[in-house]
């Protein structure tokens, strides 16, 4: 990239430059720096969820797979001490080996303690819109991109206050009234309109709650638990972001029997 000359560079195996205002407002216009200095990540990218998903089913069912859904896992079937079947919600599927990518639901899935309590965030997605943002801005309470499609992804960071987490322990992902949802649009847009031009232009789309799954000590969970030859775990935050670059991992170790050394500290068996 050769927008920013004369970057204060870290070392090379740092990702990150700390650039000022006036190399910054070069890469980002609509964004009010303050007069501050700014980490500037090259290598930080941004993924369309529902882009992704749409071109991974259409991939699997060219290759001759299948996706089903609705169906929601029951439990494991081992013939002679070895998988021989998933059961699910729509019957019972043969199977040789299950690769559980279950987010939040991973650890209690397994009975593996391996995960923190889930936190939520809100994230409010506008209408398609001009070009605003050129790459991933994380300000103050609030991570903002624009996907190609002109949607601009609010994230908020603060997470919600002790006194919801009863509300919440059903873990929703949709508000309860239009009202709540408008209200927390409020607040988020409140926020990024302190450094981020044209906010009261945007027309919200959609607005939802994630659940962010988080492993107890931070790092990616990738490979198979200790005594479980058949199963094949992935679970990370943020698993969006990373699923890429893990996916082409984990399918060359489960394809060819490999070990990839890049995973070695990633392993569920530091849990046992």
Not at 17 to 37: H, M, W, Y
Not at 54 to 76: A, H, K, R, T
Request: glycine share 8%; with cysteine; charged share 25%.
């Amino acid at each position: 990239m050769n927008e920013v000359n004369n970057l204060k560079k870290y070392p090379r195996y740092s990702a990150v430059d700390v650039i000022n205002e006036r190399e910054a407002k070069t890469l980002e216009p609509g964004i009010d720096f303050k007069n501050k200095n700014i980490v500037f990540s090259r290598a930080d990218g941004a993924i369309d969820t529902m882009h992704a998903i749409n071109l991974m089913i259409e991939n699997i069912e060219f290759n001759g797979g299948s996706v089903l859904y609705p169906c929601q896992f029951q439990g494991l079937k081992y013939t002679n001490g070895r998988l021989s079947s998933v059961e699910t919600t729509i019957g019972e599927l043969e199977a040789h080996q299950a690769i559980f990518a279950t987010g939040i639901d991973s650890g209690r899935l397994l009975s593996i303690d391996m995960m923190k309590p889930s936190t939520p965030g809100i994230i409010v997605t506008s209408k398609p819109t001009e070009n605003i943002l050129n790459r991933i801005i994380v300000g103050p309470g609030v991570h903002i991109h624009q996907q190609t499609d002109g949607r601009i992804i609010f994230g908020e960071q603060t997470g919600a206050p002790s006194s919801h987490l009863d509300r919440l322990s059903d873990k929703p992902k949709e508000f309860p009234s239009e009202i709540f949802a408008q209200d927390h649009t409020n607040r988020i847009f409140d926020t990024a309109k302190t450094f981020m031009k044209k906010v009261e232009d945007l027309k919200v789309e959609r607005v939802s709650i994630g659940w962010r799954p988080l492993p107890r000590d931070g790092r990616p969970i990738i490979g198979r638990p200790e005594g479980l030859s058949d199963i094949y775990v992935a679970v990370m935050h943020s698993g969006v972001s990373l699923a890429a670059i893990v996916g082409k991992l984990v399918s060359e170790e489960i394809l060819s029997g490999s070990t990839n050394l890049l995973l070695k500290d990633f392993r569920p068996s530091r849990f046992n």
